[in-house]
């Protein structure tokens, strides 16, 4: 299989904005990546991402490739690297959320993997669906909860990263309600008995 | 059979259902299915109807019975004698204290073990554990006490009735202009009972056991109804299984003959093969009854296997929807576009709730109508 890579023609240098030069970062998470992680990372992921930073972007695509080609792009990658520089952006943005979905979820049945669950939008409006989960995405502590009628929270959070790419991260948090105390199971268990009592006298 | 809504033009609503009620000595069984829940509502003759379980259609948020009665002109108030609640799955009774507060004439009945404490207490531990969530299990059954106590209190009358095997819930009336009318529950038998109790009293948690929102219900205790208007006879099977022994339909066909059999079957447990006993269709149904199913999309049923069995049985069978799950609407793949990096199989098991409507006059035979997404499957 061959690689190919395809560069546009339009390099930006440090002249033209004054602004410090740094070397090309296409993925999100990473802050400072050397090329050959980033390319190797955009490979394996099958897309091209234009980091935001770059004021003047240089497209990369990346068609396909495999594993045992690694080690040929990542030489590639550094015979590339002192050709192709891109200035950091004056100042960086601080991180800020701009999205929050939260989900109340209840868990309708477990299965070796996963658990499928009912999600109630909480704080937005939206459908309430049924999905799978997989079980690893919880955490271990918590795995003894896992059962049906066990609620759960499912929150989406949207940030702007610095560089102003847009990440996501999505957590699940199965929810403690703690222990039934003997107190608690008692006075249950007694205002059982006087609603059924009550219910008694309106029924045949 | 007519088809109310053409096919193919795009998003088939509810709304489209006609506006003419049954002719006043006209039996007529109608299911909805599946929203949230699945549904039917059947005219016993002069205007005097009841409702059995209870359907809400998740796109529109309605109630799908009570709109069908606002379409067609019934007064829930002064016209529903009986609401009943087979048994206290979500997808049986999501919505049903909504129609017994608009139901206010009506009685409720539900299956004898959730009148007793066993069941209270499960409510009472479904309220303290779900303090603060969205999401209540039995949220329903407590609405609907409550609604019990108030208007008991208020006018001094029983308004709860306790399901049984072989109880006459409706009397049979004759001598007069209108249908003779009988509405029998089938279910659930002595053994069924015994066996919820014990099932409740077990899952009652021990001190120092982790919270959890109690999750249970077994179907061995639905309500199965013969409904009998002039002379057509009607089984809605509810969840009814076949077993275990001295429950379930086999129960049923032990003690219980009817003098003619029922032309209209609600298939039981949305066609499931567990709840699929031979002697039903044998003892019970007509030679080719008409067979409404109300899909349960969670679990795929009635699967395509299930599906050909009923046709294998009678040739006419009718959904309220297909059973597979439907095309995602923007909203709900908005929703899994936002989970992807969490979920997977992101979906609304419910859909839009359509409507299987089934009218007989005397001595004619039923005529079937569908509307919104329901189909014919053979």
Not at chain 2, 36 to 56: F, M, N, P, Q, Y
Not at chain 2, 174 to 183: K, L
Not at chain 2, 307 to 321: D, F, I
Request: hydrophobic share 35%; proline share 7%; net charge neutral.
């Amino acid at each position: 299989m061959e690689t190919k890579f395809g560069w546009s023609t339009e390099t930006v240098s440090s002249a033209n904005t004054g602004a410090s030069v740094r070397r090309l970062g296409v993925t999100q998470a990473r802050t400072t990546p050397t090329p050959a992680q980033d390319l190797v990372g955009m490979s394996s992921a099958g897309v091209t991402k234009i980091p935001a930073r770059t004021e003047r972007p240089i497209r990369i695509t990346v068609a396909e490739t495999t594993t045992t080609q690694t080690s040929d792009i990542a030489a590639r990658a550094r015979n590339l690297q002192s050709n192709f520089v891109v200035p950091s952006p004056a100042r960086s943005m601080p991180e800020r959320v701009t999205g929050m979905q939260r989900w109340e979820g209840q868990v309708l049945g477990v299965e070796v993997d996963y658990f499928t669950a009912e999600l109630v939008p909480l704080d937005h409006e939206g459908p309430t669906v049924h999905a799978d989960f997989d079980r690893s995405l919880v955490a271990e502590s918590d795995r003894e909860l896992l059962a049906p009628g066990a609620p759960f929270y499912c929150n989406v959070r949207t940030v702007i990263g610095d560089g102003g790419q847009p990440i996501r991260t999505s957590t699940l948090a199965m929810r403690r309600l703690g222990i039934w105390s003997q107190q608690v199971l008692d006075e249950a268990l007694r205002a059982a008995r006087e609603r059924a009592q009550a219910l008694e006298r309106f029924s045949d | 059979m007519r088809r109310c809504v053409p096919q193919g033009r795009g998003p088939r609503r509810l709304s489209a259902s006609p506006t003419d009620a049954p002719d006043a000595d006209e039996f007529e069984v109608s299911v909805f299915g599946p929203g949230k829940g699945e549904s039917s509502a059947l005219h016993l003759g002069d205007g005097r109807w009841i409702v059995v379980d209870s359907c809400r259609d998740q796109r529109s948020g309605q109630n799908a019975v009570l709109r069908y009665f606002e379409s067609i002109g019934v007064d829930p108030a002064s016209q529903v004698e009986m609401v009943v609640a087979t048994h206290a799955h979500d997808d049986h009774i999501a919505g049903i204290s909504e129609i017994f507060d608009a139901c206010t004439d009506a009685d409720f009945v539900c299956p004898t073990a959730l009148s007793r404490e066993e069941f209270a207490a499960l409510i009472e531990l479904d309220a303290l554990a779900t303090t603060g969530l969205k999401k209540r299990n039995f949220g329903e059954f407590r609405q609907v006490n409550d609604l019990i106590l108030s208007r008991g209190m208020t006018t001094g009358m029983s308004r709860r009735r306790y399901a049984l095997e072989g109880r006459l819930l409706h009397p049979r009336i004759t001598g007069t202009a209108s249908p003779a009318v009988s509405v029998r529950s089938l279910s659930p038998s002595d053994q069924a009972v015994s066996l919820t109790l014990q099932k409740l009293h077990k899952y009652f948690p021990s001190p120092g056991s982790t919270i959890r929102p109690p999750f249970v219900d077994p179907n061995e205790l639905a309500v199965a109804l013969w409904v009998e208007v002039g002379d057509k006879s009607a089984l809605l099977g509810a969840d009814l299984l076949t077993g275990p022994a001295g429950c379930g339909w086999g129960a049923v066909l032990s003690t219980f003959s009817p003098e003619s059999r029922a032309s209209f079957y609600k298939v039981a447990h949305h066609g499931s093969t567990n709840a699929d006993h031979p002697e039903v269709w044998a003892r019970l149904l007509t030679d080719q009854p008409v067979a409404v199913i109300a899909p349960y999309r969670s679990s795929g049923l009635p699967t395509t296997a299930q599906q050909a069995e009923l046709c294998r049985r009678t040739p006419s069978v009718y959904a309220t929807a297909t059973p597979s799950i439907p095309k995602p609407s923007n909203s709900v793949r908005g929703t899994a576009a936002t989970l992807n990096q969490i979920a997977t199989n992101v979906h609304d098991p419910w859909g839009m709730a359509g409507q299987v409507r089934a009218r007989a006059g005397k001595a004619s035979d039923w005529k079937v109508q569908l509307f919104g997404p329901a189909l014919k499957l053979c």
